[in-house]
T-cell receptor, first 111, second 112 residues
Framework: EDQVTQSPEALRLQEGESSSLNCSYT??????LFWYRQDPGKGPEFLFT???AGEEKEKERLKATLTKKESFLHITAPKPEDSATYLC????????????FGKGTLLTVNP | ETGVTQSPTHLIKTRGQQVTLRCSSQ?????VSWYQQALGQGPQFIFQ???????GRGNFPPRFSGLQFPNYSSELNVNALELDDSALYLC???????????FGPGTRLTVT
């Protein structure tokens, strides 16, 4: 069974203090790994898709990387508006498109 | 380009009742998936529809059922509601199913 574990569960940063979120996964044949951002009471907002180990993608202050066992979401010089829950999900080759999500990391950036 | 929309926004039902939630896919997307998100948890896959056929199902009982219409809008029906069905229900559409899924704002269902 596919499994996704995210750490830490919650992270508090000061504005400008860079850090990383971790997503460890177990899947029989990875088709893709997805990062989403979710604000309270809203649907997840798509950020990145990574398909193979060594791949990196960037968007503004966010950079996602992928290895064979985990993915990292690096946040450089965060701002208060980056506060949200960040969700990681995997899609297996055999999955019929199903996404398996972790529980997320709640990021709070204080001004 | 119109994003994924869902209705209603909020819903309160009594245990044992039935509910229908609606989703309109992003323009051009023919694949729709439904997820249940309990408080403090990640979304859990319920099922997916591709061109009006169920294409995959998660670990949810048969009282969770769905439909996809020719215009690619979709419904999620839940019969015999239980208290544990209280959650945020999310609809997501994608172009092929193999690429990124775009989520709607969700419907918050409360069962009392």
């Amino acid at each position: 069974e596919d499994q996704v574990t995210q750490s830490p569960e919650a992270l508090r940063l000061q504005e400008g203090e860079s850090s990383s979120l971790n997503c460890s996964y177990t899947v029989s044949g990875l088709r893709g790994l997805f990062w989403y951002r979710q604000d309270p009471g809203k649907g997840p907002e798509f950020l990145f898709t990574l398909y193979s180990a060594g791949e990196e993608k960037e968007k503004e202050r966010l950079k996602a990387t992928l290895t064979k066992k985990e993915s990292f979401l690096h946040i450089t010089a965060p701002k208060p508006e980056d506060s949200a829950t960040y969700l990681c999900a995997v899609q297996a080759v055999y999955s019929n498109y199903k996404l398996t999500f972790g529980k997320g990391t709640l990021l709070t950036v204080n001004p | 380009e119109t994003g994924v929309t869902q209705s209603p926004t909020h819903l309160i039902k009594t245990r044992g009742q039935q509910v229908t939630l609606r989703c309109s896919s992003q323009s051009g997307h023919n694949t729709v998936s439904w997820y249940q998100q309990a408080l403090g948890q990640g979304p859990q896959f319920i099922f997916q529809y591709y061109r009006e056929e169920e294409n995959g199902r998660g670990n949810f009982p048969p009282r969770f059922s769905g439909l996809q219409f020719p215009n690619y809008s979709s419904e999620l029906n839940v019969n015999a509601l239980e208290l544990d069905d209280s959650a945020l229900y999310l609809c997501a559409s994608s172009l092929t199913g193999f690429d990124e899924q775009y989520f709607g704002p969700g419907t918050r269902l409360t069962v009392t």
